[in-house]
């Protein structure tokens, strides 16, 4: 069984178990926190929601808030002596999927 769940303006594939990383959410640590679910996959049945499925949540356990890899944003203009260097760490937060419906 898996779902298609959305927040942060992205939407993830996940089953029971999953651990995603996902758009920053404003909650403490080993607090739970519940998704829409826009699609339900069970063996041969599909709900698909419209927008989301009724009845459905996701609900899943926050395990750590944190930062990615820092990306380095290089821009300059040739000829012109116009450098300037940036850093940018995009936060996150995983989460493990621990029910789905």
């Not at 992205?10 to 089953?15: D, E, I, L, S, T």
């Not at 041969?44 to 750590?64: C, H, Q, R, S």
């Not at 820092?70 to 029910?99: C, D, L, M, S």
């Amino acid at each position: 069984m898996y779902a298609i769940i959305q927040t942060g303006g992205k939407q993830y594939k996940v089953a029971v178990g999953d651990e995603v990383l996902v758009e920053k959410l404003d909650v403490e640590v080993d607090t739970e926190v519940t998704f829409d679910v826009l699609l339900v996959a069970d063996g041969e049945n599909i709900t698909v929601g419209t927008p989301v499925v009724d009845g459905v949540k996701a609900t899943g356990k926050v395990l750590e808030q944190g930062k990615g890899k820092k990306v380095i944003v290089f821009r300059y203009k040739p000829k012109k002596n116009i450098r300037k260097k940036r850093g940018h760490r995009q936060p996150y937060t995983r989460v493990e999927i621990t029910a789905i419906g």
